[in-house]
């Protein structure tokens, strides 16, 4: 399976479609995910339309396998992996789909559409002399991810920092970021305002949603240690292998793959910010978990990448098929 997306062919990114669906078929017979009361005002407003059902999973699917061809399309834009390949996506879709509660549409899932856009925006910006609009639009991409879930502010720091990365460090290019990113805000409040209703704005976006390690399970089962665990080897792995991504790089390359170890640093961070944290806050390290995992598997002998992934594959689906065996 895995040779399938080894591959530069643009095409083939329409079998990422089955792949997610192999992860995320089993929803639909397993019954529908709450979705958090804590996330973000636009989320609120998108769970008013789309609801809970059975017609958000198959969204989540095709975000998915959206925001996966958005990061293949940006690796192999600044040949971040040495192979082109469709890697990056699909291991971005394993990540992803990769416990019980990443499987419907929730918040941090609908944020991660618009923290993608603004990496590849950021990654833009390199050693180009007028990077205003990319830079108005690093801001504004993650604005909208923040009113979708609240705790993606804490990526203001992977933006700021992910300048000083990319390019000299210009005060007026900060001042460029912070213009996007309360534009939105600013467009928002005025609609809240207009139609009266601003403090209600205030209370359910920002006072109902800030909150300092607070988490929605407690105490935690083993399930909750289970995955977290599993995330916390993955980060683990991605930091002992710092050196070795950045081996033979060039500098521009090294300065993405700098920029992609501030957002797991950031994700962590806003743990720090949000209220009542679910295990659905994991899919904030997706990005690049699944862009370091591809690493990885392009630097494998062919043969061993495709056993240890239909191996992985296997395990995370004996974890999504729990409802059976726990039953």
């Known amino acids: 399976m895995l040779s399938l997306f080894r591959t530069n062919q643009s095409i083939a ?12 078929i089993l929803p639909f017979f397993f019954g529908t995910q709450e979705w958090s009361q804590h996330s ?22 095709l975000l998915v396998c959206f925001q996966a061809l958005l990061i293949n399309t940006a690796v192999a834009s600044y040949r971040i992996t040495n192979e082109v390949s469709l890697f990056p996506g699909l291991f971005y879709i394993l990540v992803s789909s990769s416990i019980p509660e990443f499987q419907g549409l929730s918040a ?53 920092f992910g300048l000083v990365i990319v390019r000299a ?24 305002f207009w139609t009266d209703r601003w403090p209600y704005f205030w209370q359910h976006h920002f006072a109902d949603n800030f909150g300092f390690f607070d988490f929605a ?7 909750h240690y289970v995955k977290l665990g599993f995330f916390a080897l993955l980060v683990i792995f991605a930091i002992v ?13 090294q300065k993405y793959i700098n920029i992609l170890y501030l957002g797991l640093l950031c994700a962590g961070l806003a743990l ?14 997706a990005p690049p978990l699944g862009i370091f995992l591809s690493f990885t598997f392009l630097n494998l002998n062919r043969q061993l990448a495709a056993t240890l992934h239909l191996l992985l594959l296997f395990l995370l689906l004996i974890l999504q098929c729990k409802p059976l065996w726990m039953a």
């Open 217 to 223: 399970a407690s105490p935690l089962g083993w399930e």
């Open 169 to 192: 460090f210009r005060p007026k290019e900060i001042v460029m970021f912070l213009c996007g990113f309360f534009a939105p805000y600013f467009l928002i409040n005025v609609y809240y």
């Open 272 to 285: 720090m910010l949000q209220a009542n944290t679910t295990l659905q806050h994991l899919l904030l390290l």
């Open 13 to 24: 990114n329409f079998f990422l479609v089955f792949y997610a669906a192999i992860y995320r």
């Open 108 to 160: 941090p899932l609908l944020a991660n559409t618009f923290y993608i856009l603004a990496l590849m925006e950021l990654f833009k910006t390199y050693k180009k002399y007028s990077s205003a609009a990319e830079i108005f639009n690093v801001g504004l991409w993650l604005a909208i991810g923040s009113l979708f879930y609240f705790s993606m502010i804490s990526f203001v720091l992977l933006a700021i």
């Open 40 to 61: 973000g005002i636009l989320s609120e407003s998108t769970l008013a339309i789309v609801g809970s059902g059975p017609f958000s999973y198959i969204l989540a699917l």
């Open 241 to 253: 292998n710092y050196s070795r991504f950045n081996f033979k790089k060039t500098i521009q390359v």
